[in-house]
């Protein structure tokens, strides 16, 4: 089966852009998960789907983050406007159920200049 | 409040020898714990999860990990390392209590080095 699918695999804006990031759970996966890793520090969570709906976004860090799963199969990351303490690598994880183990994409490198 | 510790930036170890990686964890109900590696420019990969039951739980490669509960930790060991265990590894823990979410708390990471 394919795995968790994330691009782009790497993105380089400047400060104040806008840049949206892509997850592709694997196929019947209701749990969608975004994560981050900033500045080789641990990896913190965002936010939680179960299928369209947001079931915890305690961790999403302020409102220039918006998450969406229309139709709960892919997910959306946007970060409007981007400022530089976003730069980071972004993953994004799906599991079955939230207690089976989450299958993590390889992640976009974000880069704001 | 949950938290992860991984106290090792780094473990060296010989190729063919044991190997130890350190993970210990604080939550306020059953703990769920994972181990995941990351190689180079990859995602993470599940390694091995302990959730209930026996407390040695064996995993992928040939790794295992040790649940105990006494001193809140959750090593993860192999027997003998190979050089293509190089990589950095990640525990995490899920608060069994922690309601309908899904989050996991993950440690700061720790890179294995093998050398031959």
């Known amino acids: 089966e394919a795995g968790v699918t994330q691009f782009p695999s790497h993105s380089v804006i400047e400060k104040g852009q806008t840049v949206t990031l892509r997850c592709d759970p694997i196929?019947?996966?209701?749990?969608l998960y975004w994560y981050r890793r900033v500045m080789g520090k641990e990896i913190k969570f965002l936010l939680h789907?179960?299928?369209?709906?947001?079931?915890?976004e305690s961790g999403m860090p302020n409102n220039r983050f918006l998450a969406e799963r229309t139709g709960g199969t892919y997910s959306t990351l946007k970060v409007q406007p981007a400022e530089l303490e976003d730069s980071g690598v972004y993953f994004c994880?799906?599991?079955?159920?939230?207690?089976?183990?989450?299958?993590f994409g390889d992640g976009t490198r974000l880069s704001i200049l | 409040a949950q938290s992860v510790a991984q106290p090792e930036d780094q473990v060296n170890v010989a190729e063919g020898n044991p190997l130890t990686v350190k993970c210990t964890y604080s939550v306020s109900g059953n703990p769920y714990l994972f181990w995941y590696v990351q190689y180079p420019n990859r995602g993470l990969q599940f390694l091995l999860k302990?959730?209930?039951?026996?407390?040695l739980v064996k995993g992928s490669y040939g790794f295992e990990a040790e649940f105990n509960k006494s001193q809140t930790s959750f090593h993860l060991k192999k027997p003998s390392a190979l050089v293509s265990d190089s990589a950095l590894y990640f525990c995490a823990v899920r608060d069994g209590r922690s309601g309908n979410t899904g989050k996991l708390i993950f440690g700061q990471g720790t890179t294995l080095q093998v050398k031959p």
């Open positions: 196929s019947g996966h209701d749990n």
């Open positions: 789907f179960v299928k369209e709906s947001k079931q915890d």
């Open positions: 994880a799906s599991s079955q159920s939230r207690n089976q183990p989450q299958h």
């Open positions: 302990y959730i209930t039951g026996d407390n």
